[in-house]
């Protein structure tokens, strides 16, 4: 997979982030948090954006995003597990046997993924029961594995890090905006689930905005009601494939010609 | 007849790509031609086919605590799950490279993608929270790839048609692959209507 | 490209560093994580009464709240498919670890055939009123669902439902537990008609009379999962049908 994409998709990154590193690793002192490492935290937010420009990871989660606070618990378990493991590939890039190379970071995801699950178990049970087959699925997200291999196997351990922060921070980021279009559109409520749901919009007196209510602000809602549509799985596409439109119109760098 | 539910239910109604969206990074980035996608998606059905059945074997005899170790190990679950589809995927390339060179050559390069494949992980880990005996885990393997399989023929076929078509430049190649497969999720969502009694229930 | 020797050694180091690290994370955690487990279930029983908690609510009470309650209001015990109360060392052989009521797997008992089957009851006292927790498992549209149903001391009138969902639509399918206004529409309905035949509580497309006792409304845009609901409900309460019928005779037994 990661091979694959980023040949066709991330040509960009190829260019300002990947060669780069060598040139500092030139230098007698890194700076701990210069400009190069900077970039390497924003870059993944926004023109290098792991889901709608490198195109890695769309797999486990879409199907989390239909409310925002497991979307959120899932973003900050992809940012523990990629940071940490491509921590720790870089820590020991240099002593990978090359025939299995593949199997030994797989290990070092799953032990992680092991380990976030078992965390989940122990301090917040109902989220775990909540996420159980999507949290092993982070295994295979395609973003960690893709970062080990275009990143993690070819540089230092702090910048690989911060590589891997990033793009996880990249990736919850989408995460947590298609969750939050989804929840408030489809359902009407934010954080539902989690002990501060907020209900915000629909048709009883328990939401801030009744939409049949006979007087106050509800009124002026009458007409709206919330859509089945966007908690469909179906819906995250679209969303995503809107914001795809919406970010490559803005930079028409990014467009694909194939 | 379980078999059979199973592996239609898995096929259709429960589409891995299409009602589960899994799978999703190889099937967006390998999808641009009918013929590529094909290789693919047999390998993928090939691949779900065998770890399945390997993985349910590994769950029920080596890891629970009634297995033939008497240890609760289930946190080495994921781990050796992922082993387990790693050197699968290793031993199919291994052997179609000898036996067949031709079909190596039109699949080689996607062999190893099966591994990052989340569909792979994803059957196995639906198979353990559904709790299927055997046979059942071998169909749903079955019917879970086929399945994966018709899904991206589907959307490369489309794909080949609408390079011809007048789609805003912003919007071509990706985003409107995530736009059709979003819209064929939901003419997937119409087989949801389907009787599960009728189909996949085995229980009651 | 490395040694034969030194590849394995690596992955040998490897394996066995990991296997270390996730061994002692996991039995350290291990005893925590089974007592949160438990708790979720208790919960759920709990969940089913949530009317009568005096004020409290399961979803946010302390985990020693839900300990206290289930130890001093809550008595519980398993059924046969003759209504007959079995030990538990019958509970443990049925394959169900701890032997009480409460470790009573429901999807295990699924899977068997229907004579062979075990049920649980809890029965939670408040105030000098009993409440009859049974538990219902069934087939939503795609995949399991299950809930607890609490009858008042009359054997008949639902006090209160809470359902759950392996993998329901979220927004649709997944109503059933999210939507607690759609649950608490059982609460009054009854189970058995004045002649004390069992008729159940059917789930209505398009909405239910409001008079008519034995009937909710369905959820739009989820016709199965709620047809599932009913169908659970129907077929889950009957199995406690011969316990009823002992502890009660008006009620009749009624298994077709």
Redesign the interface.
């Known amino acids: 997979m990661a091979e694959n994409t980023i040949q066709e998709s991330a040509a960009p990154e190829k260019e300002n982030i990947v060669l780069d590193p060598q040139v500092v690793e030139k230098k007698e002192r890194e700076p701990l948090f210069g400009k190069a490492e900077r970039k390497l935290l924003t870059d993944p937010l926004s023109d290098n954006n792991p889901v709608t420009v490198q195109v890695l990871g769309v797999c486990s989660a879409l199907a989390v995003t239909s409310v925002v606070y497991p979307s959120m618990v899932m973003a900050v378990a992809v940012v523990f597990v990629c940071a940490f493991s491509n921590l720790f590939t870089s820590i020991i890039r240099n002593h990978i046997p090359k025939q299995v190379r593949m199997i030994v970071q797989l290990v070092i995801i799953a032990t992680l993924v092991t380990i976030v699950e078992l965390t989940l178990k122990r301090f917040s049970y109902p989220v775990y029961k909540e996420l159980s087959v999507y949290i092993g699925l982070i295994i295979t997200n395609c973003i960690v594995m893709g970062r080990l291999e275009a990143y993690a196997m070819a540089n230092k351990p702090w910048r690989s890090f911060l590589d891997g922060l990033g793009n996880g921070i990249g990736y919850g980021l989408i995460l947590v905006v298609v969750a939050f279009i989804r929840e408030v559109t489809g359902k009407g409520t934010l954080f539902a689930g989690s002990g501060i749901e907020i209900k915000i919009i629909g048709p009883s007196t328990e939401y801030a905005i009744n939409t049949v209510a006979t007087s106050g602000i509800g009124t002026w809602f009458s007409w709206y009601s919330n859509n089945n549509l966007m908690v469909l799985p179906a819906a995250a596409m679209f969303i995503i494939g809107i914001y795809i439109w919406i970010q490559r119109s803005i930079n028409p760098k990014l467009v694909d010609i194939s | 007849m379980e078999f059979f539910n199973i592996f239609i239910k898995a096929a259709f109604i429960?589409n891995l790509v299409l009602?589960?969206?899994?799978?999703?990074?190889?099937y967006?980035?390998?999808s641009?031609t009918v013929q590529t996608a094909f290789g693919l998606g047999l390998a993928v059905i090939f691949v779900l086919g065998i770890t399945m059945p390997i993985n349910w074997m590994i769950n029920e005899y080596l890891l629970s605590e009634n297995g033939l170790l008497g240890m609760?190990l289930t946190?080495?679950?994921?781990?050796l799950f992922?082993?387990v589809i790693?050197?699968m995927v290793q031993l199919v390339e291994l052997v179609v490279e000898k036996f067949s060179p031709s079909l190596y050559n039109s699949l080689g390069?996607f062999l190893?993608?099966i591994?990052?494949?989340?569909?792979?992980?994803?059957g196995s880990?639906?198979m353990v929270?559904?709790?299927y005996n055997f046979s059942e885990s071998v169909a749903f393997g079955l019917g879970g790839g086929f399945g994966w399989f018709l899904a991206i023929i589907a959307l490369a076929a489309i794909r080949e048609k609408i390079r011809y078509s007048a789609v805003?430049?912003?919007?071509?190649?990706?985003?409107?692959?995530?736009?059709l497969?979003?819209?064929m999720?939901?003419a997937f969502?119409s087989l949801?209507?389907i009787?599960?009694?009728a189909l996949?229930?085995l229980?009651? | 490209m490395h040694s034969t020797n030194y590849v394995l050694a690596f992955v040998m180091t490897m394996t066995v560093g990991v296997a270390l690290v996730l061994a002692l994370l996991s039995s350290s955690w291990k005893a925590k994580s089974k007592e949160n487990e438990a708790i979720f279930n208790k919960r759920a029983i709990l969940a089913a009464v949530k009317d009568h908690l005096g004020g409290m609510d399961p979803k946010t009470m302390s985990d020693e709240e839900v300990l206290e309650i289930f130890g001093q209001n809550v008595t519980q015990m398993a059924l046969n498919m003759d209504g007959q109360e079995i030990d538990a060392a019958a509970v443990e052989a049925a394959g169900h670890k701890g032997g009480m009521a409460e470790n009573i797997d429901m999807k295990k008992e699924k899977k068997k055939p229907e004579a062979e089957r075990i049920r649980p009851l809890f029965v939670y006292k408040k105030d000098g009123k009993e409440f009859y927790i049974l538990s219902i498992r069934g087939n939503g549209l795609w995949d399991e669902i299950w809930g607890y149903v609490a009858l008042e001391s009359d054997w008949n009138t639902v006090a209160g439902a809470a359902f759950d969902h392996q993998g329901e639509t979220p927004g649709l399918g997944a109503e059933i537990k999210d939507n607690t206004s759609w649950a608490a529409q059982f609460k009054g309905e009854k189970i058995f008609d004045n002649q004390g035949n069992y008729v159940s509580i059917a789930v209505v497309k398009g909405g239910a009379a409001p008079s008519n006792p034995h009937a909710v409304d369905g959820i739009s845009g989820a016709t199965v999962t709620a047809n599932g609901v009913g169908e659970m409900l129907e077929r889950g309460l009957k199995y406690y049908l011969p316990y009823i019928n002992k502890v009660d005779d008006s009620k009749k037994l009624s298994l077709n």
């Open positions: 429960e009602a589960y969206f899994l799978g999703m990074c190889s967006l980035a390998v641009k609760d946190f080495l679950r994921f781990i992922i082993a790693a050197s390069i190893p993608l591994t990052v494949n989340c569909a792979i992980l994803g880990l639906f929270s559904r709790e805003p430049p912003a919007l071509r190649g990706l985003g409107m692959a995530f736009i497969t979003g819209l999720g939901m969502m949801m209507g009787d599960p009694q996949g229930d229980t009651h």
